[in-house]
């Protein structure tokens, strides 16, 4: 009789479904703190309590458990979008409140971001469900910033200026909200009025890929 290539999913009946929180949970941490590429399989189950081959149970590998982590990151913050898409806020109330849940978001889990948005892999891995999802995430900030320019006036809209400024945007709140994370212990100024001071900078950058974006599509220089 010919064994099955990878017994350990035979036997998932073995394996309760809270299991597979529990490794998430520890690889989360283990990755955040001690960095992706020094933990193994061996040290998530000891963090665990279980055997390696029972992380099989759930996950391919290492990899797939780090594409879960994003993908849940990523899943996490759109049901927040999707809740204030609900709301029915004018363009850029909308633009402006997304951008502080982000921040927000980012401070509350460190963990999730650090692991998503601020660790080095160290080597090339294909992470379909954080591509797909980070995309749609993406995408819904795009398409945020395309109706701020219409409703300022901006039309045709650029395509190009959308995509200035929606990177420009990002890269705003995603800089301080690394920072905050990384750098706890910097004498930062009050948190709130920093956070409110940056998104208004982020919002700015609509009023600067307009400008910068000629009518050709090319970046000014």
Same mark, same amino acid.
């Given at each position: 009789?010919? =064994? =099955?290539?990878? =017994?350990?999913?035979?036997?998932?009946?073995?394996?309760?479904?809270?299991?597979?929180? %529990?490794?998430?949970?520890?690889?989360?941490?283990?990755?955040?703190?001690?960095?992706?590429?020094?933990?193994?399989?061996?040290?998530?189950?000891?963090?665990?309590?279980?055997?390696?081959?029972?992380?099989?149970?759930?996950?391919?590998?290492?990899?797939?458990?780090?594409?879960?982590?994003?993908? %849940?990151?990523?899943?996490?913050?759109?049901?927040?979008?999707?809740?204030?898409?609900?709301?029915?806020?004018? =363009?850029? %109330?909308?633009?402006?409140?997304?951008?502080?849940?982000?921040?927000?978001?980012?401070?509350?889990?460190?963990?999730?971001?650090?692991?998503?948005?601020?660790?080095?892999?160290?080597?090339?891995?294909?992470?379909?469900?954080? %591509?797909?999802?980070?995309?749609?995430?993406?995408?819904?900030?795009?398409?945020?910033?395309?109706?701020?320019?219409?409703?300022?006036?901006?039309?045709?809209?650029?395509?190009?200026?959308?995509?200035?400024?929606?990177?420009?945007?990002?890269?705003?709140?995603?800089?301080?909200?690394?920072?905050?994370?990384?750098?706890?212990?910097?004498?930062?100024?009050?948190?709130?009025?920093?956070?409110?001071?940056?998104?208004?900078?982020?919002?700015?950058?609509?009023?600067?890929?307009?400008?910068?974006?000629?009518?050709?599509?090319?970046?000014?220089?």
């Amino acid at each position: 009789m010919t =064994p =099955p290539s990878n =017994p350990s999913r035979r036997r998932a009946s073995d394996c309760p479904d809270s299991l597979r929180q %529990e490794i998430l949970d520890a690889a989360r941490e283990l990755f955040a703190i001690e960095g992706y590429g020094s933990v193994s399989l061996r040290k998530i189950a000891q963090r665990v309590g279980c055997t390696p081959m029972a992380i099989y149970c759930h996950f391919e590998d290492k990899a797939d458990i780090l594409d879960c982590i994003c993908e %849940e990151t990523f899943t996490r913050f759109a049901a927040l979008g999707d809740r204030l898409d609900k709301a029915g806020l004018p =363009p850029g %109330e909308r633009l402006r409140k997304g951008l502080r849940n982000y921040v927000e978001f980012g401070l509350a889990h460190p963990h999730h971001y650090q692991l998503t948005f601020m660790t080095p892999l160290g080597e090339a891995l294909t992470l379909g469900r954080r %591509e797909q999802i980070g995309q749609r995430a993406f995408d819904r900030l795009r398409g945020h910033v395309a109706a701020c320019l219409a409703e300022r006036g901006t039309s045709p809209v650029d395509p190009q200026a959308v995509e200035m400024a929606s990177q420009l945007i990002w890269a705003a709140v995603h800089g301080l909200t690394s920072l905050l994370i990384a750098r706890p212990d910097f004498p930062w100024a009050e948190r709130e009025r920093l956070i409110a001071a940056t998104v208004e900078h982020a919002i700015a950058a609509l009023g600067c890929a307009t400008e910068n974006v000629p009518a050709t599509g090319r970046t000014a220089r």
